[in-house]
């Protein structure tokens, strides 16, 4: 399990997070169980038994 918190050397392609997503927080687009930003391209899905969201 990966416990990185947001705003790291976290996104899709492991590229420092633009600072859009720093200062204006994720852009969320996707469903109730998978979302993804629109700017930095990272990915998160929900879990169950976890209140919240997981990165991925």
């Known amino acids: ?11 899709a392609k492991g590229k ?3 600072l859009a997503c720093k200062i204006w927080g994720h852009k969320w687009q996707g469903d109730s169980l998978k979302r993804r930003c629109t700017r930095c391209g ?3 899905v929900s879990r ?9």
């Open 1 to 11: 399990m990966n416990n990185k918190k947001t705003g790291d050397k976290d996104t």
């Open 48 to 56: 169950y038994s976890v209140e919240g969201w997981i990165d991925v």
């Open 42 to 44: 990272k990915t998160q």
């Open 16 to 18: 420092p997070t633009p």
